[in-house]
């Protein structure tokens, strides 16, 4: 059974940075292109990032967040990171980690088979 758990989330004041972590059980990451989506209070859940399986490394960012949030995988530690700089207000989500279990990204918006249940990430001052 696919397990995706995120963590790393917390209360941050503006300006300031966070890493969330993505680890499986039961999963394989780094044979899978990888997203992070968050949802916001009242809001659509919006598609953040994609990592593809490593040979081919490309990574894709909303614009909402592209040039401040970075992600990564470390294949040893079977984990996807979310590096997320200068935060903003507007960054305060619960942020998801999910697969379609496909080697390569989709578009953002693409629905996804595995969803973690999310970290809560609350940028405030």
């Known amino acids: 059974q696919v397990q995706l758990v995120e963590s790393g989330g917390g209360l941050v004041q503006p300006g300031g940075s966070l890493r969330l972590s993505c680890s499986a059980s039961g999963f394989t990451l780094n044979r899978y292109a990888i997203n992070w989506f968050r949802q916001a209070p009242g809001k659509e859940r919006e598609g953040v990032s994609c990592?593809?399986?490593?040979?081919?490394?490309?990574?894709y960012y909303a614009n909402s967040v592209k040039g401040r949030f970075t992600i990564s995988r470390d294949n040893a530690k079977n984990t996807v990171y979310l590096q997320m700089n200068s935060l903003k207000a507007e960054d305060t989500a619960v942020y998801y980690c999910?697969?379609?279990?496909?080697?390569?990204?989709?578009?953002?918006?693409?629905?996804?088979?595995?969803w973690g249940k999310g970290t809560l990430v609350t940028v405030s001052s």
């Open positions: 999910a697969t379609r279990a496909e080697r390569l990204c989709v578009p953002l918006h693409y629905d996804m088979n595995y």
């Open positions: 990592i593809s399986v490593s040979d081919d490394g490309n990574t």
